[in-house]
């Protein structure tokens, strides 16, 4: 028997929240680690299955789906006993799609001009200047994580999980490569310790 979803993933990269999500939903799926040192995320055999060459990317029993937001709330749709988002409060959703959202298009996009820089100009010195505005950049984003969206409350959405924490803990992941003490943001540091700590997030990590 076929096992029904299949996800394409590198270490590191954002679909780490979606490997995570999937063990927290404990789904029948396969994981295909693709090697991005080599560039097998460019392979003909991997551009057949999603043509813009990025990780991550999910076969389902309907299709192929892309980009980390859609497969977060497929995995939380798909498996409602997990409780991984607010299915049945059009506010509460929203608000974590929201948050998701502001990771996907500001956090990460931030993050990317520093490995990445190469995406939005030719000219090594504007990827030197673009690199060297990462670091304000990702202060800047994650004190508005750290003051408006994280209180004194264990998750994004307070006492319920769900599938922007372990988005937030692979992008708080990455600030020390960018230059970014996590400490400088007690809340953060703390939520990356609790997310961490979850065995599914142990079994993913491994």
């Known amino acids: 028997m076929s096992t029904p979803l299949t996800l394409y993933y590198a270490p590191g990269t954002c679909a780490q929240a979606v490997l995570i999500a999937l063990h927290e939903a404990g789904a029948n799926f396969e994981a295909k680690r693709l090697n991005m040192a080599e560039a097998e995320q460019r392979?003909?055999?991997?551009?057949?299955?999603?043509?813009?060459?990025?990780?991550?990317?999910?076969?389902t029993p309907q299709g192929?789906?892309?980009?980390?937001?859609?497969?977060?709330?497929?995995?939380?749709?798909?498996?409602?006993?997990?409780?991984?988002a607010p299915l049945d409060d059009p506010y509460r959703l929203a608000h974590m799609q929201e948050f998701n959202s502001f990771l996907a298009s500001t956090v990460h996009i931030n993050h990317a001009h520093r490995p990445r820089a190469a995406r939005w100009a030719d000219d090594e010195a504007a990827h030197k200047a673009m690199q060297a505005k990462v670091p304000q950049n990702m202060r800047d984003a994650f004190t508005i994580i750290e003051q408006h969206y994280l209180g004194d409350q264990p998750w994004v959405l307070g006492d319920q999980y769900s599938v922007a924490d372990p988005y937030l803990f692979t992008m708080a992941?990455?600030?020390?490569?960018d230059g970014v003490d996590i400490q400088e943001f007690p809340r953060v540091?703390?939520?990356?310790?609790?997310?961490?700590?979850?065995?599914?997030?142990?079994?993913?990590?491994?």
């Open 64 to 84: 192929v789906l892309s980009e980390t937001l859609a497969l977060l709330l497929y995995v939380a749709q798909t498996h409602p006993q997990a409780k991984l």
């Open 43 to 59: 392979s003909a055999a991997y551009l057949a299955i999603n043509p813009k060459g990025r990780v991550p990317a999910l076969r």
């Open 189 to 206: 540091a703390a939520h990356f310790e609790r997310v961490k700590a979850r065995p599914a997030v142990q079994r993913a990590l491994a």
């Open 173 to 177: 992941g990455w600030l020390k490569s």
